[in-house]
């Protein structure tokens, strides 16, 4: 069975980083496309970046871009987010999730998902 559990989080100040992880068990990690969601406490899941299964291309939210970095480390079997100049808005719990896939996806139709990790960017 596949398992995916990220570590990582944790409370900060604006401006700040974080590098969370995502360790997958039960499969190797070469063989799915991974990505990373948030949600923020009553709002709904959205989407923050995406690597392919290759490792060849990333996809990434507008509200992200030039902040985040999403990367793999398949011999480790783990997937990371860098995140830097974190902004209160950047709070919510981070999800990774997994799909046997040759591409990158954008929207929440993963097959596996981890139980979250809490990122709290506050003064």
């Known amino acids: 069975q596949v398992q995916l559990v990220e570590s990582g989080g944790g409370l900060v100040q604006p401006g700040d980083s974080l590098r969370l992880s995502c360790v997958v068990s039960?499969?190797?990690?070469?063989?799915?496309?991974m990505g990373w969601f948030r949600q923020a406490p009553g709002k709904e899941r959205e989407f923050v970046a995406t690597i392919s299964r290759s490792g060849l291309t990333e996809s990434y939210a507008d509200f992200v871009k030039g902040r985040f970095t999403i990367s793999r480390e398949d011999a480790k079997n783990a997937v990371y987010l860098r995140m830097n100049n974190l902004k209160p808005q950047d709070t919510a719990v981070y999800y990774c999730a997994a799909k046997d896939s040759d591409t990158v996806i954008i929207t929440a139709i993963y097959d596996y998902w981890g139980r979250g990790t809490q990122v709290t960017v506050s003064s």
């Open positions: 039960g499969r190797s990690l070469s063989h799915y496309t």
